[in-house]
């Protein structure tokens, strides 16, 4: 999912479509994503 919307440069709408879930899942699912790869990616700002 993050690959379409950020690389692909797919909308939420297009993403939505492509997985058969409502827009406000994919918002969701990309705030949770984006959550645990800063996680991994900068694991101090997970505390944050």
Do not use: F, N
Not at 1 to 11: F, K, N, P
Not at 24 to 47: D, F, M
């Amino acid at each position: 999912m993050l690959v379409h919307i950020y690389l692909c440069d797919g909308s939420i709408q297009e993403t939505a479509g492509m997985l058969g879930v409502p827009a406000g899942t994919v918002k969701s699912r990309q705030r949770h994503a984006l959550r645990k790869l800063r996680g991994v990616v900068r694991p101090e700002a997970e505390a944050a």
